[in-house]
């Protein structure tokens, strides 16, 4: 939600699709003449979205929104937030069997997504003119529905 969100308010990637265009045409023109039809085809469809923000450019931009204080009362920290959702976003959407022990879980997983959760009502409402201190304070104020916490529990 939060990516889409970014991409349709925010706008452009890092140049104009009208800047872009040039580089991607003799990006692709090299390929096109050296590399097999497989390849160049897979190569085009990546190079369309390369002037895109990733996913995790994105959060750090929706984060700079919001002082410290605000994040920090929901246990975001702004340093690695990011980088902790686009591991755990692509941990699950490129799952590999070969990677799967290093994959986010149990108890701390839903404390990431329940951050995850939370920073999104801060976004959104705060788009629409809610106050996005109104909005932490009430979130705050009702953890058990809009923060919960989850305790992971070690079987040994």
Known sequence: ALETFHRNVHGEGFMTAKE??????VIMDWVRKNASVE?????????????????????????????????EALGIERNTFP???????????????????????????????????????IV???H???SPSI????ITENRHLYLPEWIKINHS
Do not use: C
């Not at 909005?135 to 009430?138: A, E, L, N, P």
């Open 83 to 121: 980088a902790a959702v686009s591991k755990a976003r692509n941990e699950f959407t490129h799952w590999d069997a070969k990677t799967s022990d290093a994959r986010s879980v149990s108890a701390d997983l839903g404390n990431l997504v329940s951050k995850l959760k939370a920073f999104t009502r």
């Open 128 to 130: 629409l003119g809610v």
């Open 39 to 71: 390849l160049s085809d897979s190569i085009s469809e990546r190079i369309g979205h390369a002037n895109e923000h990733t996913f995790q450019g994105r959060l750090r931009m929706l984060l700079g929104k919001f002082s410290d204080k605000l994040l």
């Open 20 to 25: 872009y265009k040039p580089i991607k045409e």
């Open 124 to 126: 959104l409402l705060s």
């Open 135 to 138: 909005v932490v304070k009430r």
